[in-house]
């Protein structure tokens, strides 16, 4: 036997005019004391309140006041990388921290994107998501394809560590200056045989021993700007590309260094703190001592687990900075401003992980 329609479930959503004629105010009055954008006599509003609370009512519909904004109050950030990944980078996380910082004016809610192609019809992309801007980090070729799309919308964008052509402001660092400094620093104390482990070239994330082909085709702005700042220094250095930011994948790459003991450099240079933290790893387990044969050294200045006794040397980036700084550019674009491109610099600061050159 039927019971009839479920009364909650057929329940519409209540409305302010319910609200303003339950309590026996007008809608003006009800909807101020929502608002508080003007004073109410304290008998009203605690009145208004209770009706609401018993029909349900908990304030305007949010949808109803985008429509009205004409603004969806949510920004979108796209990275490369699958989302768990990038979360695993405390570099990246500092940067969101410092994003929604940089947003916290405008209220807006994060849409956390990746820049994927083979996507699904169904899932939300720069092209279609309800968004008022987009902050992209790490704008590689692969990505300015999909920026053509934000550009048609007409939204503000800002690209973190990327270009995105001369018209988009970017917040960028000093990488191949600071990556210099590093081989400098190395050179200076007598290395002569050096590596580099580098981020990921593209987004196939390759791993292994690069050659001058693969080199010549990077494609992620990061890795090709850091490795330029160490050829500067040492032009012969071996290269082997990582397939991620993570201290797993220096491990790896440092293996394949130290496999050939008559072959294994003095000195290994790596594009993040976490990398170099594995090729540390590695030398461990091949039988040397760090840094009296061999030396290592990072990129970003975080706190790294595992490390033991050591002190990294390293180019420490104001990565929370530069996101602040990207949600600033946003905050003012929307309002209709000029945003600037910045660009950071590092600091270099030697650890206990370089000495000078074995004799």
Do not use: W
């Amino acid at each position: 036997m039927s019971l009839g329609p479920d009364p909650v479930k057929s329940r519409r959503r209540a409305t302010i005019a319910d609200v303003a004629r339950a309590a026996g105010v007008s809608p003006s009055t009800a909807s101020v004391v929502f608002s508080g954008k003007a004073p109410v006599a304290e008998a009203t509003r605690e009145r208004v309140l209770a009706v609401a609370a018993d029909l349900g009512y908990t304030g305007p519909d949010p949808r109803a006041a985008s429509l009205r904004r004409g603004r969806s109050g949510i920004v979108a950030v796209a990275l490369e990388e699958h989302l768990r990944t990038a979360f695993l980078d405390p570099v990246k996380t500092a940067m969101m921290d410092g994003l929604t910082d940089g947003l916290a004016e405008l209220g807006a809610g994060v849409l956390l994107l990746r820049d994927d192609p083979g996507a699904g019809p169904d899932a939300p992309t720069l092209a279609t998501a309800p968004i008022d801007a987009a902050v992209l980090i790490g704008c590689s070729p692969r990505m300015r394809e999909t920026l053509e799309a934000v550009r048609a919308r007409g939204l503000p964008i800002v690209v973190i560590e990327g270009d995105a052509g001369d018209d988009v402001p970017r917040i960028e660092l000093d990488n191949r200056e600071a990556a210099a400094q590093i081989a400098r620093h190395l050179l200076a104390l007598g290395h002569r045989r050096a590596a580099m482990v580098t981020l990921p070239f593209d987004s196939g994330r390759e791993r292994g021993d690069a050659t001058s082909e693969r080199i010549a085709a990077i494609t992620t702005p990061v890795t090709r700007e850091r490795l330029e700042g160490v050829r500067e220094v040492y032009p012969d250095a071996r290269v082997v590309s990582a397939g991620a930011s993570m201290i797993d994948e220096g491990l790896i790459a440092g293996r394949l260094l130290f496999a050939d003991p008559e072959d294994r450099p003095t000195a290994v240079m790596a594009q993040s703190d976490l990398i170099a933290a594995g090729v540390i790893r590695a030398a461990e387990e091949a039988g040397l001592q760090v840094p009296q044969d061999v030396s290592v050294a990072g990129f970003d200045g975080i706190a790294v687990d595992g490390l033991g006794e050591h002190v990294l040397t390293t180019a420490v980036q104001p990565a929370a900075e530069k996101g602040r700084a990207a949600g600033a550019a946003i905050a003012r674009m929307l309002a209709g401003e000029q945003a600037a491109s910045i660009r950071f610099t590092c600091t270099f600061r030697e650890g206990t992980t370089t000495g000078p050159a074995p004799s």
